[in-house]
């Protein structure tokens, strides 16, 4: 019998008395694709770090984790460095920090192969530009000479996998390799990484809570929950008939539309036919870029270019755009926190034209924010978070038991009050943030991401309160976000942004199922799919 | 994700010894600075000698000499009761120009945060200004409007250090007025003033206290100086940049008359550096989350 590619055996990982890794074991044969799925917290990365020697001070490993029967735990960096970059490598979640931002690119690429090989500069630069093809960059000689900031999102990754491949290791580990992308350009470096890992026959193992993305790419899963395996298996195996409940749970909690390809989900058409509480003329918000030099004008980025949008009072309306849209600008503009270029917009009989209307359209709108760290101030107790606004506003009552009321609608414990932010969850943290925003009365809500830094399962749970919170406070909501599974789920009407400009709009059982412009169906088309049918039909630019 | 935090490529046992000697720099700053304060005030109700006693039949006294626990100097006042008291001219001087600085760098930094654009290069820039100026030649301008003494020279330290205050403090508020919970307060309707307040200025305190303590080390060295220059405290009041300075005189005869003062003021600011130090460490966030 051979020995397999990667055997791991009792690997645990502690930090003092935490165990973050608990008694992992599996095998990877060489050429396997392997997803590691799991919540965060899950010890997902950790695993990964493990393998890879990589372990932040302050955690050891304990176990057994060969490489071609060779044993990795135990070895000191010295004799890891051998490996590293060489017979295995990583790509990590965000390509902006995982790349040195002063080193061209092609030298960076060429770096790995300098360290494990005896080759010229020269020679391994040639190297670089090669591998910059295969993962198809255009005009790679020229990429190759470019810093990572002159590169997009989708090109850093497709240069970080390069990388990876540089030595042509028997291992790459992708860590969240597309979490950071917008969905079209996830597809194609799914896709890129997918066929440069089967044209290597190099093992891989994709890290990532997303259960579409690992059935687009892996064809064995391995299921984590609180650093433990709770299942593993072939990937449509487990996710078509899980045997362990929790691995239910997040098979449940994958979106509809990011099931099948095949199956297009019904929509409930609501009836909605409210007046409008926001609208939207002609909407136009140009940034001035700083001037490159004296003679030429400035440079001018349109972020939005003449939108005419109208949001009807008790509907939910989806906003969905990728990075570069013009969602936030709109979200802003709305919420008078920015002012647009041109156009009219009235928000509840509002015109937002003079400081003081802007003043009063916070009684009528309030916003819920992506990121549940950065939208709470860490200084402040969850009473006063929640309470702000009510003093802010000079809303009148007893402050103390309207908070306690909000926390109660979020499903918050009442001792939440007494505790700081950093104390919670980030579902949790998004919940305080939804009190938060309830809290003056608001009769339209702007939720920009809400859930798109939660886990799935967190997700579902917060788009249900979402929506249930409308129905009990009788809310208009502006929903927006990247994710069209997300859109989908909560909206009832859709627009669909592209570079500041509405490409389609209508109920979303329309756009969804019956896409009129090709920008939307290859949104629809770049989605990830539960059963794997997104890459199978061939879908890599 | 659980990301982990960047390996600084040292093991657990090199960090814990790290940790706790840095937890050491905290409680010596801390003592020496409550010696320093608690000599201070002692001197307010007690010395061994009066300080400006002079005494024409005892100069020069030696250490231990007469009852006199570091001797006496030129005039035959009691250099330990000097230095007793001159430790409260340099935390006196050290309080109010820090003050001073605090009180007017903070609002500038905060203003130049909040509104961005003209308003911050404007202010940005004069306190560029400022902040060219060799604090010396500010005191000397300062003497010559309002007269030599410790409060022109406390002015004068202060207004030198508003600059730096005033930069820190636009540093960190920038990064903390771009944060999601500053946009929300804007969305329920707070103003600037609210926001920089109750928003910004908990989040920056700690980077701020860290400042103040260097600054407040550094402001003593900078009385130090500039009644050495005689542009600062003037006699007979004790300070003990200006014990040096009559010390110069005797440097061959009486080499101890400069060491004592001289030994105060680096034990003072040793003092305050390692405060900041401690501080800075026990507000480190990284540290923090291993705690937690």
Known sequence: MTTPLIEVEGLTVTAGLNVLVDDVAFTLESGSRTGIIGESGSGKTMTALAIMGLLPDGLTATGSVRLHGEELLGQDDKELVTQRGNSMSMIFQEPLAALNPVMRIGRQIAEPLLIHREISRAEAFLIAINLLESVGIDDPERRAKAFPHELSGGQRQRALIAMALANGPALVIADEPTTALDVTVQAQVLGVLRDQVVARDTALILITHDLPVVASVADSVIVLRDGAIVESGPTQEVFQTPSNLYTRQLVDAVPPLSRSVTVIPKHVEPQIDGEPIVEMTDIRRTYRLRKRNLTDPAPLIHALDGVTIDVLRGETLGIVGESGSGKTTLARIIMGLDTPTSGVVVVDGIPLDSKQNLRRVRDVAQMVFQDPMGSLDPRMLVEDVVAEPLRSLRVGGDHRKRVAELLDAVSLPSDAVHRYPHEFSGGQRQRIAIARALAPGPRLLIADEPVSALDMSVQTVTLDLLDELKQEFSLTMVFISHDLSVIHEISDRVVVLEKGRVVESGSAGSVFSQPKEQYTKDLLAAIPRLDGSFLDKGFVA | ?292
């Open chain 2, 1 to 292: 994700m659980s990301q982990p935090a960047v390996s600084d490529g040292t093991n657990i046992k090199g960090r814990r010894r790290r940790a706790r000697w840095k937890r050491l720099n905290f409680f010596v700053g801390l003592a020496i600075v409550l010696t320093v304060a608690g000599t201070a005030i002692v001197s307010f109700f007690w010395t061994p000698f009066d300080p400006t006693q002079i005494d024409a039949t005892s100069p020069l006294l030696g250490v231990m000499e007469d009852g006199h626990i570091l001797g006496t100097d030129q005039f035959g006042r009691d250099l330990f009761s000097q230095i007793m008291v001159g430790a409260q001219t340099a935390l006196f001087v050290g309080i109010l120009a820090v003050a001073i600085a605090v009180a007017v760098g903070i609002p500038i930094g905060a203003f130049a945060a909040a509104k961005r654009g003209l308003a911050e290069d404007a202010v940005m820039r004069t306190s560029d200004v400022i902040y060219a100026f060799p604090p010396v030649l500010l005191a000397i301008l300062l003497v010559a409007a309002l007269g030599a003494g410790t409060g022109s020279a406390m002015i004068a330290i202060g207004i030198a250090y508003v600059p730096i205050i005033a930069r820190v403090t636009r540093g960190a508020a920038l990064t903390v007025f771009q944060l999601d919970f500053v946009t929300a307060a804007r969305s329920y309707g707070r103003g600037d003033v609210f926001i920089a307040v109750r928003h910004v200025l908990p989040n920056i305190a700690s980077v701020l206290i860290v400042q103040v303590t260097v600054l407040f080390a550094l402001a003593i060295l900078a009385e130090a100086a500039l009644s050495f220059l005689g542009i600062g405290t003037q006699p007979p009041t004790p300070s003990w940049g200006r014990s040096l300075r009559d010390a110069q005189t005797f440097l061959q005869v009486s080499p101890r008359l400069a060491i004592w003062p001289g030994l105060a003021i680096a034990f003072t600011v040793l003092g305050f550096n390692l405060l900041g130090d401690g501080i800075r460490d026990a507000l480190d966030p990284r540290l923090e989350a291993s705690r937690s």
